[in-house]
């Protein structure tokens, strides 16, 4: 585990039909730590690599604590035992499914129903483990104002390291990079029918991932943490 520039902790689905399409979908298996081709679907408004340009790095998961440096007088192997030991506090979390849309100009897969059971475990894992958080560098800080922010996400920029966490938490699991309108669509109708038939309905949270960033700016999945509370 050790080597990594950034962590995170990450839902990421177990092995199977999901994580395997989605997988190829953006083109890397975290996993595996390895390139996967992209599937061949008809009718794409762009080739697969473009659309998923941006997400590609990270593989298919849904962001629960987001990457940080470790801080200073911490090693890997702290925080792995504080993650596993989290988990063991920190019950399954169950909704209704998932569904194929759109967030903030992105294609992701979004929770069905009910998801405050979500937000509660994200929160959870955001405070439970940011002892371990190094403070962002002033130039990571200007990245993510640069979209603009409301004073309460500043607050919580300047809190937690970043600024959609907490009650402005939104899960989703993304598949594109931002795109105009009318491509979301185009592209939604192409992934749609071949999603549809993976995607869990009810969907239960019974795990979450520790994740590190390589040299190389890609994401690998180097553990995973039952949720036994």
Known sequence: MDGFTRYALFYAPPPGPLAEFCAAWLGWDPRQGRKV??????????????????????GFHATLKPPFRLAEGFDVAELHNAAEALAATLPAVLIDGLRLGSIEGF?????????????????????????????????????????????????????WGYPYVMEEFRFHMTLSGRLPATEIEAVKACLGPVLEPLLPRPFRIREFCLFGEGQDGRFHNLHRYTLSG
């Open 107 to 159: 294609l992701a897969l979004l929770p069905e129903g009910e998801a405050t059971g979500l937000a509660l475990l994200a929160a959870r894992i955001v405070e439970a483990l940011d002892v371990f958080r190094a403070q962002p560098e002033e130039d990571e800080l200007a990245r993510r104002r640069a979209g603009g922010l409301s004073s309460r996400q500043e607050a919580l920029l300047q809190r």
């Open 37 to 58: 081709a992209h599937p061949a679907l008809p009718g794409l408004p762009m080739p697969a690599a473009e659309i998923t340009e941006t997400p590609h790095k990270y």
